[in-house]
């Protein structure tokens, strides 16, 4: 398991890593790390270093002293390097001697356009919002690549929010660790290509991070590859209450979902029995929940309703021992009536967007998407997923998980019916909540990556598609082999 840690969690670790160092070594190892990259997309993108132009928008503290120290390793390659002190003239005082001694210069009014600016002005020292003169600045210069240093500046580093102005990145190259901000809310949007730059941080830093990220190694440690005692029923059996004569489209979708994970049985119970028998010979299909028979998990809400009938349908999944997944409809009957949900003991995980949030929660979620699903995970003692272009995670105990994979291909009608349906699969193959969530998002955040490959349009039915390959690619990369039950 991977992660993002906090600004003071950062400090901590740096501080422990700097008293064994001579002083001065991390920032020249980030800068070291900075430049190379800098000068890898120049490379790319003019054919060579020499020659071309770089400006830095430098801070007064130490992002931008790393900017400069990088951008004097440039400019001892040939690049010509102007750069502007964004807050008055303080400047970090090394860094800028440094960079004037290698040939670069400290102006300030550099030239309209250049190969690549980089963004120095905040670092995790930063308070969200940029300085006017940044701003301005940005808006004068014509960059054909951004790089931010550590973090776009101007966001919030522990949160990933955006309040006020920041940077917009091509690539951002954080020191040491991930942030929040690289992986939650907008603030993710702005990074661009995040390139990790060792520092030799890791030992030092806290084993539990602000925001876990799951990655291949995660997922095949927690998959349950079937064994060779294991049968369609030991494989977990998985109920999909889903869909209505009116939306039979749900019932399929959620269904495909649930065919595509590692449960050995799927059982779909409602009135769009027919439509999915038609679409799916291999589903147990009756029309209510109390005929379904036994199950592990139960996925129910997709294109249910929100009438009477979809109220008692609900009552009965949710009087299953099984675990559940809550979606779609069922979370507006759950802001509807709490109430159902208050004797239950098995796990339970709800799949808002930001709507169905607001239902369930009375206000819409926080800039802070961490912290919007882990309070509204705590108030209802469930796992919450909370979709976005970031998907986030978080357990009743507060716990929460970034999704890093998933592209805006994935907003296409139907796409959150097939995640549900996978994610009950999962649950009824015995993962826990937590991890069936964040399984899943990871799992179909690939799919859609896998179905829209070479900028392709994407259907949900093409990601229900494309769930076996990306389980498939997921398990073959990682280095451990999945658990065997
Ligand atoms: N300490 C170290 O040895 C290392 C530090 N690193 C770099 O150091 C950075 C952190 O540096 P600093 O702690 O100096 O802090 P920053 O460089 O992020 O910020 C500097 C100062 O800017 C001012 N400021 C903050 N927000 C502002 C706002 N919105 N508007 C106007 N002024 C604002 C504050 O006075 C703040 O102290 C990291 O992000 C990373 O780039 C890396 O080089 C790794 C090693
Ligand atoms: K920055």
């Known amino acids: 398991m991977d992660g993002a840690w ?78 502007v002190p964004v807050m008055g003239e303080r400047v970090h005082p090394v860094a800028a001697a440094a960079l004037t001694r290698a040939g670069g210069r400290l102006v300030a009014n550099p030239p309209r356009h250049c190969h690549l600016l980089l963004d120095g002005v905040l670092g995790i020292g930063g308070r969200p919002g940029l300085p006017g003169r940044a701003i301005d600045r940005l808006a004068a210069i014509d960059a054909d690549t951004i790089v931010a240093v550590d973090v776009p500046s101007g966001v919030d580093v522990d949160t990933g929010a955006v309040p006020a102005s920041a940077v917009t990145a091509d690539v951002t190259v954080a020191f040491g660790s991930r942030k929040p901000c690289h992986v939650l809310g907008r603030a993710a949007l702005l990074v661009g290509r995040l390139v990790l730059v060792d520092i030799g941080l890791g030992p030092h830093l806290d084993p539990h991070p602000a925001v876990r990220v799951a990655g291949d190694d995660d997922l095949a440690a927690w998959w349950h590859a079937p064994g060779p005692d294991d049968d369609k029923y030991t494989r977990g059996v998985v109920g999909v209450a889903a869909g209505s004569e009116r939306y039979p489209g749900a019932a399929v979708l959620s269904t495909s979902g649930a065919l595509a994970g590692p449960s050995g049985y799927v059982r779909y119970a409602g009135t769009a029995a027919e439509q999915v028998r038609r679409r799916h010979p291999e589903v147990v299909c009756t029309q209510e929940v109390k005929e379904a028979g036994r199950v592990q998990a139960w996925l129910a809400g997709p294109g249910f309703g929100t009438d009477e009938a979809a109220l008692a349908e609900l009552r009965h999944v949710l009087e299953s021992p099984a675990p559940v997944v809550l979606d779609a409809d069922a979370l507006t009957l759950i802001g509807e009536y709490p109430s159902v949900l208050s004797q239950r003991e098995a796990p339970v995980v709800l799949t808002p967007h930001d709507r169905e949030y607001e239902r369930l929660y009375g206000s819409p979620p926080a800039e802070d998407r ?37 592209r805006p291909q994935l907003a296409t009608a139907g796409s959150g019916d097939v995640l549900a349906g996978f994610m009950a699969s999962l649950l009824a193959s015995g993962m826990s909540g937590v991890r069936a969530a964040v399984a899943a998002a990871y799992l179909h955040g690939r799919a ?38």
């Open 448 to 485: 859609g990556g896998i179905a829209g490959a070479g900028h392709r349009t994407v259907t949900a039915s093409d990601i229900a598609k494309a769930l076996p390959q990306a389980v498939g690619q997921t398990l073959s990369a990682a280095d451990t082999p999945g658990k065997r039950r």
């Open 6 to 83: 906090s600004a003071a969690a950062v400090r901590r670790a740096e501080a422990q890593l700097m008293a064994q160092l001579p002083p001065g070594t991390l920032m020249q190892r980030a800068a070291a790390g900075l430049a190379t990259e800098c000068a890898r997309i120049l490379k790319r993108r003019n054919g060579g270093v020499y020659g071309t132009t770089v400006i830095v928008l430098a801070g007064p503290g130490d992002n931008g002293g790393d900017a400069l120290f990088a951008a004097a390793r440039l400019a001892r390659r040939g690049v010509r390097v102007f750069a």
């Open 370 to 406: 961490g912290a919007a699903a882990a309070v509204l995970a705590k108030r209802l003692n469930c796992t919450v997923l909370l979709k976005g272009h970031h998907t986030v995670v978080a357990s009743s105990d507060g716990e929460v998980w970034a999704n890093p994979t998933g």
